[in-house]
């Protein structure tokens, strides 16, 4: 990653001073067919310090027993934001997340062979007729309920190994998982208890009515597993990171890519638990408009996303959108709210900062460097390859060599994982003075009221 500072701002009153004019709000109900694809048209342009105001579809299991939709999940098309070039960034301030499904289902899944042309999250294929991206219709309730529309075989690419129905209740604070009766009765209306947008195609999940677990309780904490903006390429939605990324490279579908392709990826698919409402996310800019798209909401995840899949659900998103004129990210960078933040990266209190005063005039020291906490997220084909992304990009931003950042990494901050197999962040405490250069200063002082 390079990093151009050209006298980064927010650029508010400059966009419209210069013609760039946009909506001040941008409302959502449309997905794309599972392709981010930068040559197709995008919704708005929200103006800089505008609002997209979303209702999203639920990702993972739904569409992946939906082959039709090509891309493992199902998005909301992409919003331009007016003025943004290549090698800008937009800052996303994550207003609100609220879950509207009263159920879901997830869990464990084994792919199917015989039902996909190399990848089951992208190339489905009917078993029976071979049709590729074969349109389906649901039959009564049960794994086998997705059929082909052509010849009537099951279609499905995926299947259980270990799935469960949660239900919510109102304030969508607890789940509860379900036994088979309460499964196959929500499974008969599956739709209207996974509150389905109008425009989502996918097959509900919920029609599975899987119950291996049952009177389980699990805490509601929702989050975006997808927010970001779109490739310089056509890539699969759940394809855009570097590590369900590298199954595009050499695919035999249509969407292969190669290796050094890759690097068109904006790792808008990260699973990030820290992505939640209160946070600020900073996304590069990679084509034209830069295309902020969102989904896959969660309504709760633990660090790792082990079983590969989580609660998926409906919901509504407010976001506020500002432009960063000038600062070229290779991927996003996340100022977490302040309690998903590890110990040792929280700001100092003032009795902490009254000690470590009174230690380096001990020692005769002039002052204590100012910081402020900063997540960069890194992702990888496994965890030490995207552990090292995240380094690089850190080091790059902020015009560090890598050692120092695992220095400070170690001592102020933590590796977490988003996501198993690639997704990590690198958390730290980062020199205010270099954030305020890169014109992240405000960010920061919104956030953590330092500075």
Not at 46 to 64: E, K, L, S, Y
Not at 404 to 409: I, S, T
Request: net charge negative; hydrophobic share 40%.
């Amino acid at each position: 990653m390079t990093v151009k500072v050209a006298a980064p701002q927010t650029a508010s009153a400059d966009t419209r001073a210069n013609g760039h004019s946009g909506h001040e709000t941008v409302y959502v109900d449309e997905y794309v067919d599972g392709i981010l694809d930068p040559g197709k048209p995008m919704l708005g342009p929200v103006r800089d310090g505008g609002h997209i105001v979303a209702n999203t579809a639920p990702g993972c299991w739904g569409p992946m027993i939906t082959p039709e939709i090509r891309g493992g999940h199902e998005v909301t098309k992409p919003v331009a934001v007016a003025g943004a070039e290549v090698g800008d960034a937009i800052v996303l301030r994550i207003k609100d997340i609220t879950v509207t499904s009263l159920v879901t289902a997830s869990g464990n899944d084994q792919w199917m062979e015989g039902r996909f042309l190399g990848d089951p999250y992208v190339a489905g294929k009917c078993p029976e007729c071979g049709t590729l991206y074969p349109p389906t219709r649901v039959e009564g309730i049960g794994p086998t309920a997705v059929r082909c529309a052509n010849c009537g075989a099951d279609a499905t690419p995926f299947t259980f190994t270990n799935g469960y129905t949660i239900a919510f209740d109102g304030a969508r604070s607890v789940g509860v998982t379900l036994h088979q009766d309460a499964a196959e009765t929500i499974a008969r209306d599956a739709k209207a208890y996974a509150a389905m947008p109008e425009k989502s195609i996918q097959n509900s999940v919920l029609t599975f009515a899987p119950h291996d677990l049952v009177g389980l309780v699990a805490r509601l904490r929702p989050f975006m597993g997808q927010l970001g903006t779109t490739p310089a390429i056509p890539l699969p939605d759940s394809h855009n990171a570097g590590d369900f990324g590298t199954f595009l490279i050499g695919a035999p579908h249509e969407y292969g890519i190669t290796a050094e392709q890759l690097q068109h990826r904006t790792d808008g698919h990260m699973d990030v638990d820290a992505v939640r409402a209160g946070a600020i996310l900073i996304c590069p800019v990679k084509t034209a408009g830069g295309g902020v798209y969102l989904g896959d909401m969660h309504a709760l995840q633990g660090d790792g996303e082990i079983a590969g899949h989580t609660c998926d659900v409906a919901g509504t998103v407010t976001l506020q959108v500002h432009l960063l004129k000038g600062l070229n990210l290779d991927g996003p960078i996340l100022f977490p709210v302040e309690e998903d933040l590890p110990f040792l990266v929280r700001p100092l209190t003032a009795e902490e900062e009254r000690r470590a005063a009174a230690v380096a005039a001990q020692w005769g020291l002039s002052g204590l460097e100012a910081s402020a906490p900063i997540s960069v997220i890194g992702t990888g084909p496994d965890l030490n390859a995207a552990t090292d992304n995240g380094l690089e990009r850190a080091a790059a931003l902020l015009g560090m060599t890598v050692p120092e950042v695992k220095n400070r990494a170690t001592i102020t901050g933590a590796i977490e994982i988003g996501r198993h197999p690639g997704v990590v962040q690198v958390t730290f405490r980062a020199p205010l003075e270099k954030l305020a250069a890169l014109g992240l200063g405000d960010f920061v002082r919104d956030m953590y009221g330092i500075g």
